[in-house]
């Protein structure tokens, strides 16, 4: 910025603050922030102002670092990116309105095309840094879910269930092959059941997924039953004419360990008191 704007900006600090704290309730009303104390709204726009009339005398460098801290704070309490790229709009105004007042026409469009440039470049900031910070949370999330979607739970010795909820798509298809693999070898499973309850649909696609989840785990040891099928689900598989021959099927979970338990040559005994 060039210094006969930046001094500018400097005389009319306090007022162009004063004028941005009043018009920016407009602000929180229009972005539903009324359940947020006037303590903390008062304080965190008084923050925002401060670090952006802070960058006049600082640099846009210290501005950004700074911008980074206060808009990493806003992201973790949830605050709308809509807030500060409002609040940014309503800065410009003010900013543009104060400095104008005293000019009479001399410098105008130096005035404007530098706080124009300025005002750019800090919501680019902030855009970029939201960005980030949400493509990041939601990487996080991501890979938490699928993570959480395919597990391999041992329920006996030597016997594993992998329930699946939701649909089944080639990269989740990926996913289950792995952790199936590497659970049977961590758990040191003979029987793993694969549990559909949850799929909603099985077309060619997933069975085929499903079938060379089981052909994997034949070729680590292991026996594959395939337990949950509905009579939907069976219809389907006919009418598809899928074939599942190759591996056990069994059509709830129950029956499933029931016949793992047999598998593996294990029973459950009642003990009479």
């Not at 105004?93 to 005035?111: A, M, R």
């Not at 949370?137 to 391999?152: C, D, H, I, R, Y």
């Not at 041992?154 to 792995?178: C, Q, Y």
């Amino acid at each position: 910025m060039k210094p006969s704007v930046a001094k500018l900006i400097e005389t009319k600090r306090e007022i162009i603050s004063e004028d941005w704290l009043k018009k920016v309730e407009e602000v929180r009303r229009e972005h539903h922030l009324e359940n947020i104390s006037d303590h903390v709204y008062t304080n965190t726009n008084k923050e925002f102002v401060e670090i952006i009339l802070n960058a006049v005398g600082q640099g846009q460098e210290s501005c950004d670092e700074q911008l980074s801290g206060f808009t990493e704070r806003l992201i973790q309490l949830g605050w709308p990116l809509s807030y500060l790229t409002r609040g940014l709009q309503t800065f410009r105004k003010v900013i543009l309105d104060t400095l104008f007042e005293d000019q009479e026409g001399k410098g105008d469009f130096e005035i404007y095309y530098e706080v124009e440039s300025w005002v750019d470049e800090i919501v680019n900031t902030l855009v970029n840094e939201y960005s980030g910070s949400w493509e990041n949370t939601v990487f996080l999330q991501k890979m938490a879910l699928k993570e959480l979607s395919a597990p391999l739970i041992p329920v006996f010795e030597h016997i594993s269930v992998m329930p699946l909820i939701g649909t089944i798509d080639t990269e989740r298809a990926k996913l289950i092959m792995e952790n199936l693999l590497n659970g049977v070898i961590e758990h040191r499973s003979q029987v793993v059941l694969i549990d559909i309850t949850g799929v909603p649909v099985v077309d060619t696609m997933v069975a085929n997924h499903i079938i060379q989840a089981s052909e994997a785990v034949r070729l680590v040891g292991a026996d594959c039953i395939l337990v949950g099928i509905r009579p939907e689900i069976a219809q389907t598989i006919v009418n598809l004419g899928i074939d599942l021959s190759k591996f056990p099927t069994k059509s709830t979970l129950k029956k499933g360990i029931a016949s793992a338990l047999e598998m593996t040559q294990k029973k459950i005994v009642k003990i009479e008191n």
